[in-house]
């Protein structure tokens, strides 16, 4: 099956919310009425309310106006709209031109005063997720550079305020993908001589303390903690808790939606499994915000593909029909589809309509297919699938 994109989620609120403590420099962050904002407004992304969200940040930002708090925040909905869909670039624009405006609204500041705490925030966090979006465009030295120069403020900020509960998301995800993202992927271990060394457990215990300690951070940790233990250590029933914990809190999630539905499909809980990816196909048909793209792709595999196994064949058919009549935008796409034709054959088959299976199968060897597919597809072409 396709292993889900490693696409890593690195929370832009994290340096956003990781509040000083009272004795450092007079920050943005120290002001009661703009930390309570920003909690609504992130509550409101969260739940994918994308308008609320950006009126509200709209609002702090004419508060503060020449901060980088306006196009930071202004910058969280372009980033989710990626996520929601990172096949789709054309947010790619509004968020690169956010995050370097952020950055020269934090050089001048700095040029004013070297010890500007907001203006290191706020850099960093820009850095960081600059080099988050090069990295999944794979442009890797770009985004080594600017993680470089993130981790260089990162460290500032920390240094400043140690004890913070909600810092131990940035440390703990650290930690935790610089040892395990280069073993992971050979193509970054080239990249890991520019940062310091991780720590695995260490990581794992940060972002558990983040969820449980945190006063900003839970959320965004809660979900690293998902991604983590569903993509690295596949570890389902952990994935599936913190899954849990966040549709509870954010039921219009579309990506807390998915990943609980495909942890329940790791887990075989069947009954729970398809009511999930059934309500995430019904959110899609309605148009709600954040059920599209990639989203919906896995929804209609992952359905059609364990209708098969469960020997419901006429309903996989007809998500795999809907799968396949998706656009085709790059890769991941041909992916899911190549791997649905082949789920497709297997479903006709099944049911004794072998010449439309073989049409499917061959129909997956075409696509430039993952070795799994094209293995299974050749077999099943010289021997039909029973069920």
């Not at 509200?56 to 306006?70: D, S």
Request: hydrophobic letters at 40%.
């Amino acid at each position: 099956m396709p292993r889900h994109p490693a696409r890593f989620w690195i929370p832009l609120s994290l340096l956003l919310l990781a509040t000083p403590a009272a004795a450092k420099p007079r920050s943005i962050l120290d002001d009661e009425a703009f930390r309570a904002d920003a909690r609504r407004g992130l509550d409101r992304l969260y739940d994918m309310d994308f308008a609320a969200a950006n009126a509200i940040f709209a609002g702090i930002g004419q508060r503060y106006p020449g901060h980088p708090v306006g196009p930071f925040l202004l910058a969280l909905a372009p980033w989710w709209e990626i996520q929601v869909d990172p096949e789709d670039d054309s947010h790619d624009d509004a968020f690169f031109d956010a995050m370097d405006e952020v950055i020269d609204r934090c050089d001048r500041r700095l040029r004013s005063d070297k010890n500007d705490i907001d203006a290191m925030f706020f850099k960093a966090g820009a850095l960081a997720f600059r080099g988050r979006l090069h990295t999944d465009r794979k442009q890797w030295l770009r985004a080594a550079r600017d993680g470089q120069k993130a981790m260089h403020y990162f460290d500032e900020v920390r240094r400043r305020d140690p004890d913070n509960p909600d810092l131990l998301l940035g440390l703990g995800l650290f930690d935790y993908l610089a040892a395990v993202a280069p073993e992971q992927y050979s193509i970054l271990k080239p990249f890991a001589r520019f940062f310091p060394k991780g720590d695995r457990v260490r990581g794992l215990q940060e972002l558990s303390q983040a969820v449980e300690k945190g006063t900003f951070v839970p959320t965004e940790a809660a979900f690293c903690l998902v991604q983590i233990h569903y993509i690295f250590e596949r570890d389902y029933a952990t994935a599936l808790h913190y899954a849990r914990w966040l549709r509870d809190r954010y039921p219009n999630n579309s990506l807390f939606h998915v990943y609980e539905g495909r942890a329940y499909a790791r887990l075989n809980l069947w009954p729970d499994e398809r009511q999930d990816l059934l309500d995430i196909l019904e959110r899609q048909a309605e148009g709600q915000t954040g059920y599209r793209g990639d989203v919906t792709q896995q929804a209609l595999y992952v359905l059609g593909r364990d209708e098969v196994k469960r020997k419901v064949y006429d309903d996989a058919i007809s998500h795999l029909s809907r799968l396949e009549i998706l656009p085709n935008r790059g890769k991941a796409d041909n992916d899911y589809k190549a791997y649905g034709r082949l789920y497709r054959g297997m479903a006709l088959d099944a049911l004794g309509r072998r010449e439309e299976a073989l049409y499917w199968y061959n129909r997956a060897l075409a696509a430039r297919a993952p070795d799994e597919v094209r293995d299974k597809a050749r077999g099943y072409l010289r021997e039909a699938y029973r069920g």
